[in-house]
């Protein structure tokens, strides 16, 4: 690579900048739910705008404590952790729900409500800076056509009227997805978002949030429990093994001699081939 001059370089651009400052800054993470061990010790994670981070771990691991402590829900001992702006370990009051309102989540189970429309499904998403409304004719035609847009991005736009529930697994999914996005979140959680799908249906999940990552430069933090997924679709793989942070780094720089600890001793076999 040649070398630059530092005194006729360009000055970096905003969007250089803010890509480099990191959205969430976890640091020294302790947790433990009531007397028992702690199941994160001294976790750090640093996520930033348009990167999408593979949490791998086994079962137990600490992947699921480690998202619910971003939105303030897991029983911090000590460590700090910032999301946002929020200082999350010690919220004022009334600033969980902003919290929450800034991160999008999706979930393995898709946690739409089944016998309602997809449209009104997507846009419960907005409840969030709306408050508690009327679900039937409380929604402005605004967020409607915007509910819609978001559809159309995810690919159903066709099925808006259709009960959720109807939908192939797939499809939930991306229903979820379009409803996380109509928070406009600054960050989005996916736990096992692929766990319930078939190999070719996780692919394009997983495709379709690496877009979003890509395109509004929203973090996108998402465990996995497949290897070649994560393999397929992240820019960093964080691992945890007991609660502990045992892999980090850039993807393409991990091979599996790297990866090993993520799994190591474990009673059963990972078999990292079954569903990529
Ligand atoms: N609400 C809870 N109360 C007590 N222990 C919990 C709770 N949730 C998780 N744990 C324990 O914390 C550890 C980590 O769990 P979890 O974060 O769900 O891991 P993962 O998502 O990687 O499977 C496990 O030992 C689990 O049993
Ligand atoms: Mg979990």
Same mark, same amino acid.
């Given at each position: 690579?040649?070398?630059?001059? /530092?005194?006729?370089?360009?000055?970096?651009?905003?969007?250089?900048?803010?890509?480099?400052? /990191?959205? =969430?800054?976890?640091?020294?993470?302790?947790?433990?739910?009531?007397?028992?061990?702690?199941?994160?010790?001294? %976790?750090?994670?640093?996520?930033?705008?348009?990167?999408?981070?593979?949490?791998?771990?086994?079962?137990?691991?600490?992947?699921?404590?480690?998202?619910?402590?971003? +939105?303030?829900?897991?029983?911090?001992?000590?460590?700090?952790?910032?999301?946002?702006? $929020?200082?999350?370990?010690? !919220?004022?009051?009334?600033?969980?729900?902003?919290?929450?309102?800034?991160?999008?989540?999706?979930?393995?189970?898709?946690? &739409?409500?089944?016998?309602?429309? =997809?449209? +009104?499904?997507?846009?419960?998403?907005?409840?969030?800076?709306?408050?508690?409304?009327?679900?039937?004719?409380?929604?402005?035609?605004?967020?409607?056509?915007?509910?819609?847009?978001?559809?159309?991005?995810?690919?159903?736009? $066709?099925?808006?009227?259709? @009960?959720?529930?109807? #939908?192939?697994?797939?499809?939930? *999914?991306?229903?979820?997805?379009?409803?996380?996005?109509? *928070?406009?979140?600054?960050?989005? #959680?996916?736990?096992? /978002?692929?766990?319930? !799908?078939?190999?070719?249906?996780?692919?394009?999940?997983?495709?379709?949030?690496?877009?979003?990552?890509?395109?509004?430069?929203?973090? %996108?933090?998402?465990?996995?429990? =497949? #290897? /070649? &997924?994560?393999?397929? $679709?992240?820019?960093?793989?964080?691992?945890?093994?007991?609660?502990?942070?045992?892999?980090?780094?850039?993807?393409?720089?991990?091979?599996?001699?790297?990866?090993?600890?993520?799994?190591?001793?474990?009673?059963? @076999?990972?078999?990292?081939?079954?569903?990529?």
């Amino acid at each position: 690579m040649p070398s630059v001059n /530092p005194l006729t370089e360009p000055a970096p651009t905003t969007a250089e900048l803010r890509q480099n400052l /990191p959205l =969430v800054t976890v640091r020294d993470l302790r947790v433990a739910y009531g007397d028992g061990p702690l199941v994160l010790d001294g %976790v750090d994670l640093d996520l930033h705008p348009g990167e999408v981070v593979a949490l791998l771990g086994s079962s137990g691991s600490g992947k699921s404590t480690l998202m619910r402590a971003l +939105t303030g829900f897991a029983p911090v001992t000590s460590g700090s952790v910032r999301v946002a702006g $929020h200082d999350v370990a010690n !919220l004022q009051r009334g600033e969980l729900r902003d919290l929450r309102a800034d991160v999008g989540q999706v979930f393995q189970q898709f946690n &739409l409500i089944g016998r309602m429309s =997809v449209l +009104t499904n997507v846009l419960t998403g907005a409840l969030h800076d709306a408050g508690p409304l009327n679900l039937v004719g409380g929604f402005s035609s605004a967020h409607r056509r915007r509910a819609l847009d978001l559809l159309d991005r995810v690919g159903i736009a $066709h099925k808006a009227k259709d @009960p959720a529930r109807s #939908l192939s697994g797939g499809q939930q *999914q991306r229903v979820a997805i379009a409803r996380a996005l109509m *928070q406009q979140p600054k960050l989005i #959680l996916a736990d096992e /978002p692929v766990a319930s !799908l078939d190999p070719r249906l996780s692919h394009t999940v997983l495709e379709l949030l690496q877009g979003i990552a890509r395109e509004d430069g929203i973090p %996108v933090l998402v465990s996995l429990h =497949v #290897l /070649p &997924l994560a393999l397929a $679709h992240s820019d960093r793989i964080v691992g945890l093994r007991h609660g502990e942070v045992v892999v980090s780094g850039r993807t393409a720089a991990l091979d599996a001699t790297a990866l090993a600890p993520i799994y190591a001793h474990d009673e059963e @076999p990972r078999d990292v081939d079954d569903r990529a």
